[in-house]
């Protein structure tokens, strides 16, 4: 934590502000919209894939009034404070040919945050975005089949940037914290939102079957349980054990008294000493 935070949060949004914050190449293939109020990015553009092509759509909105996160959660959407960014994509790969490709969104955004902010972002898996050991964002990635059959995906990301207003927080059920916490570096919510999307394009578009190898590298170094005793859930089941990292594919391996396995999907929460 530093002490004196310089994050300016409070600007307004502004599409022109954001595209000047992404790097050459990489503007020149994105819509940037911005909304002040919506139900949620992400099922925007699910909606607007129905009717018109939304490869290359960034749409980033003020405030969610019906945010979503993992697993049906409600993701807290207070105004002008934090990113809640969708970016359509189309790959040309199937569904499941995405194996790794939520986790590798994640390797990107810490990498570009902390190449750009000095920020050390570290990654609970599969798609939680974490500083100092507290979740900072998160990352939902959605799918849409347009009427020709090809799937496009919806790349969600919300980032809590400068939540300075009291009472914004009080509907997160754990631990928060937001970029401001953690740098002294003056940053806009454009120039995120453009760092964002600069660390988001060059992603995607190279994506190919397999290519999580690429990141797993960089998944090890901010990975948050690795070594820890955690607890899979997964429906009624439950799997506990010894976080080891992920496998090429992205799944997560852990070490129980029966041996190793390999986690697909799941929830995955670290156990705290006294559970212990
Ligand atoms: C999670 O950690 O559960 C994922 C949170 C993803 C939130 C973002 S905010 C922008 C986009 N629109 C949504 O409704 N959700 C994602």
Sequence with gaps: MVDTPQVLGNGWLSD??????????????????????????????????????IHGLALFAETQTAGRGRLGRVWV????????????WRTGLDPLELAGLSLAVGCA??????????LKMQLKWPNDLYLGGQKCGGVLIDLVQSSN?????VVGVGLNVAMANPGDDNDIDQPWT?????????????????????A???????????????WRESWSRRDLMAGHQ????????????RAEGVDPSGALRVVTNEGLTVVQSGEASMLRSKDL
């Design 16 to 53: 022109v502000a954001i595209r000047a914050h992404v790097s050459g190449l990489e503007a020149s293939r994105l819509r940037i919209e911005v909304e002040e109020e919506i139900d949620s990015t992400n099922a925007a553009l699910k909606r607007r894939a129905l009717s018109e092509d």
């Design 77 to 88: 959407s207070p105004p002008r404070c934090n990113i809640y960014l969708s970016l359509g």
């Design 109 to 118: 955004i810490g990498d570009g945050l902390e190449r750009n902010f000095g």
């Design 149 to 153: 059959q090809d799937w496009t995906i």
């Design 178 to 198: 937001d970029l401001g916490s953690h740098t002294t570096a003056t940053l806009t919510r454009n120039e995120v939102g453009g760092q964002l999307l600069g």
């Design 200 to 214: 988001l394009v060059p992603l995607l578009s190279s994506w190919q079957v397999g290519a999580f190898g690429q």
């Design 230 to 241: 955690i607890t899979v859930q997964q429906g009624n089941h439950s799997i506990s054990g």
